[in-house]
């Protein structure tokens, strides 16, 4: 049996995501032919948004999403961290390299969690709240192949962030909502095709785990 839901909280939600998914913003006419419904439902479900900074007008009128969404993404971040830290530690200390979990905020890369091996005696130190260009090292490039359905299995970079640093990362594909990678970096020599798959199995190890999957 279908549990019973809020169709006004459904169609808050819609809103949201076709806001989020579209370029330059919508009118609330086209908002509501996206959603199905009249304008007077869309002009209350847009005031009610715009409230709780969810939505807010440019200065045409358009409608995008709002900072309100900047917070609550901020909040998932330790809920992230909590499930990636063990793989990136399994990871690092597998490869003897820094590994990572970075997360696209626009279009930037941010690093979200970073576990450094114990072995080894040097390794790349990667900052927590690193920001980088998307289309600029490993991490954000296996970002953007995440988009694409027959992406590359994982990314290979050299020197695009730190001069000599290596880096190969995995898109972590199949989480509704999240665009993220998991990666490794070093300074040393690095065997790409030993490494990059198992970067991609640490990658999908971290999609089973946020989609509830052992």
Do not use: K
């Amino acid at each position: 049996m279908v549990a019973e839901t809020s169709q006004t909280l459904d169609r808050g939600l819609r809103a949201l995501q076709v806001l989020g998914e579209t370029t330059g913003g919508l009118t609330v006419t086209e908002l509501a032919a996206a959603l199905g419904v009249n304008r007077t439902v869309t002009y209350r479900l847009v005031a009610t948004l715009e409230c709780h900074a969810l939505v807010r007008r440019d200065p045409r009128g358009r409608l995008h999403v709002g900072l309100g969404a900047l917070r609550l993404a901020a909040s998932v971040h330790p809920a992230l961290r909590e499930v990636g830290v063990p793989v990136l530690r399994d990871l690092a200390e597998a490869v003897g390299c820094t590994a990572h979990l970075t997360i696209a905020e626009g279009e930037e890369a941010l690093a979200l969690a970073v576990v450094e091996p114990t072995w080894t005696d040097f390794h790349v130190s990667y900052r927590v709240g690193a920001r980088h260009p998307l289309r600029q090292g490993a991490a954000g490039r296996a970002v953007l192949a995440g988009r694409e359905p027959e992406g590359p299995p994982w990314v290979a970079t050299y020197g695009e962030l730190q001069p000599g640093a290596r880096g190969v990362a995995a898109a972590v594909r199949g989480v509704d909502g999240l665009e993220a990678s998991v990666g490794i970096v070093t300074l040393g020599e690095l065997e790409v095709d030993r490494v990059g798959p198992q970067v991609a199995a640490a990658a999908a190890q971290v999609a089973r785990l946020l989609s509830g999957g052992a």
